[in-house]
């Protein structure tokens, strides 16, 4: 008799309104109904609960690990399996505000329970895992991330932006929103080396990316691939404001900011960020959340952890609008017609 497999449901119960909590007795019915004997564990506020426990069960065995909530569930979830030499599947469930990783994924978001079907199609990814080591308040760190690796001074500008802007528009959008915030953006002199050479001058932001779904938009690296072993890295080469107004309109606008010279847009394997102004620190970017210090090593595990997926849609390039992408594309129409008007009310 074959041997039922196990499934462990990992779950933030405070993620999306608390959306989870009343619809972990359905979902553990639809996995049941897969085949999958499977139980829950609801996340506590301590350090790196769900990262704990996705460990504990992927070395107890257990053959599928789910993730419930926002992006930096998904990315804990990720950092307790990835280091292990035995990985089981994963799946998630998103719960969050701006859900990049589901985005990539396909993966119905804002119904846990049409999330929790897709399993049932069986369709899988080995996606590639981004590991970062660098120095995190004085201590080495390895931290693995999912989407994406950022840095410089328009990235670390998007820590000051209050929370409820993040929670309205997502990760790009408090970096996008940066129309009052972009005169204090500045060049940092960096030395950047990769697979096709070394890069040193000076940034006002760098995005190493696996996903092409960044705070929803899916314009800034419209060409990544999730599973062919590159990161898709992207260097601002200039911190004059009008220049960084028109880079955002032509990510608005289709992408259109591969082809700028005052862009950098490289594939790599991997990689290694050094900061060259010794009296001011290069913070680091993982996922949204603050990832330490550079200088920062960055290499990408091709292939790492195998993701439920709907590939149906994955292959094709067809984006389909929901209410909330048709929210986000009103939204970047009128950055584009507010920095307009801001470019000549300072001229």
Do not use: C, W
Not at 48 to 75: C, M, Q, Y
Not at 85 to 113: F, Q, S
Not at 258 to 278: A, F, G, M, Q
Request: glycine residues 8%; hydrophobic residues 40%.
């Amino acid at each position: 008799m074959e041997e039922q497999k196990r499934a462990r449901l990992i779950y933030n119960p405070t993620s999306g309104q608390e959306i989870m909590k009343k619809n972990v007795a359905e979902v553990l019915n639809v996995l049941e109904g897969f085949g999958y004997e499977t139980s829950a564990f609801q996340t506590t506020p301590e350090k790196d609960s769900a990262k704990n426990e996705a460990r504990r069960a992927a070395l107890a065995g257990f053959d599928l690990v789910i993730a419930a909530g926002g992006d930096g569930t998904i990315n804990e979830v990720v950092n307790g399996i990835a280091p292990l030499e035995k990985r089981p599947r994963m799946a998630i469930i998103p719960t969050g505000t701006t859900n990049d990783y589901a985005r990539a994924l396909k993966v119905p978001r804002g119904n846990p329970v049409e999330a929790a079907k897709l399993i049932g199609k069986n369709q899988t990814i080995l996606m590639d895992i981004g590991l970062a080591k660098n120095v995190k308040n004085g201590y080495s760190q390895e931290h693995y991330f999912i989407n994406i690796a950022a840095l410089g001074t328009l990235t670390e500008l998007t820590y000051s932006v209050p929370s409820q802007l993040k929670t309205m528009f997502g990760y790009l959008a408090y970096v996008v929103k940066g129309a009052e915030l972009l005169p204090q953006v500045q060049f940092t002199p960096v030395r950047v080396q990769h697979d096709k050479g070394i890069f040193e001058g000076s940034v006002s932001m760098i995005f190493v990316a696996l996903t092409n779904s960044i705070g929803g938009f899916e314009q800034i690296v419209p060409d990544a691939k999730l599973d062919d072993g590159n990161f898709t890295l992207l260097m601002v080469k200039t911190g004059n404001l009008f220049e960084i107004l028109h880079l955002i309109r032509q990510v608005l606008d289709g992408g259109k900011h591969v082809d700028s010279n005052l862009v950098e847009y490289i594939k790599t394997r991997s990689l290694s960020i050094k900061h060259l102004d010794n009296s001011s620190r290069l913070l680091l970017n993982l996922d949204g959340e603050f990832g330490g210090d550079a200088p920062v090593h960055l290499y990408n595990l091709a292939n790492h952890i195998e993701f439920f997926a709907d590939t149906d849609l994955v292959s094709d390039h067809a984006i389909t609008l929901d209410s909330e992408q048709i929210n986000r594309e009103k939204m970047a129409q009128r950055f584009i017609e507010e920095t307009n008007h801001f470019e000549v009310s300072i001229k």
